[in-house]
């Protein structure tokens, strides 16, 4: 588990930079930088989507994944969540819910969160999430001086997606293969597009309720490919 607790550690110093430039920047730097974070996450996420083969089978995860997320409602019992915490520890920041999520997802979907988790759970040493430690600790800093103190608090679904995807690795090995990771990633990168839209205020897209296509995409992938 070092990597993912070293991912959790940079996230935590990167926003506590963050809060403190919050208070020290003028708010049109911290607009500025966010906009480049939005731009940035849209050039991941198409990088990522342009890894994919299989396009009916992306499709079919996204529509059977968005049906399912909205049929259960993640994103309400998400925000839920987030305003359990903002309440519990009588947080002030009014954009606490917004900072959770966007950190979440941005932190979590991707092909890094997976193959290192996986590399680690291999028992080789976690290159993979060393060089994402740093990029999410650079990201922390933008994300925490716009969003303010929930993304800090997006290291407990970090370190809970992580950590389980790596003791799956230890416990079953490499299940998964090559052609499936590369789907994956497609479908990730596609979720970021719709947060990459999201931060840059062009179209609030409900990004958690579409989650249930990483799985999707997995189970397809598996029987048809």
């Known amino acids: 588990m070092t990597g993912t607790l070293v991912n959790v550690v940079a996230i935590v110093l990167g926003s506590t ?3 403190f ?5 003028p708010k049109n730097i911290i607009e500025t930088v966010f906009q480049v974070l939005g731009v940035f996450t849209l050039f991941l996420g198409m990088k990522m989507a342009l890894e994919g083969k299989e396009i009916l089978l992306i499709v079919l995860s996204l529509v059977l ?3 399912t997320g909205e049929g259960l409602k993640m994103d ?5 969540t987030s305003e359990w915490f903002k309440n519990r520890f009588k947080f002030k920041n009014t954009r606490f819910t917004e900072g959770f999520i966007t950190a979440s997802l941005l932190y979590c979907i991707g092909a890094m969160a997976i193959l290192g988790s ?3 759970g291999m028992g080789m040493e976690p290159n993979l999430l060393y060089t994402k430690s740093v990029m999410d600790g650079f990201s922390s800093v933008a994300l925490a001086a716009g969003l303010g103190l929930g993304v800090m608090f997006s290291i407990i679904p970090l370190f809970i ?12 090995g490499d299940f998964f293969p090559p052609h499936i990771i590369s789907e994956l990633t497609s479908v990730g990168g596609v979720l970021l597009i719709g947060l990459g839209f ?3 205020e062009i179209k609030k897209i409900k990004i958690f309720n579409l989650l249930p296509a990483l799985i999707y995409i997995v189970i397809f992938s598996y029987l048809f490919v």
Request: aromatic share 6%; net charge neutral.
């Open 17 to 19: 930079i963050g809060l």
């Open 21 to 25: 430039l919050h208070k020290k920047l």
């Open 65 to 67: 994944g968005a049906i």
């Open 76 to 80: 309400i019992y998400l925000e839920k």
């Open 118 to 120: 996986i590399e680690e």
């Open 161 to 172: 997606y992580q950590a389980s995807i790596t003791l799956l690795a230890a416990i079953l």
């Open 198 to 200: 999201t931060i840059l």
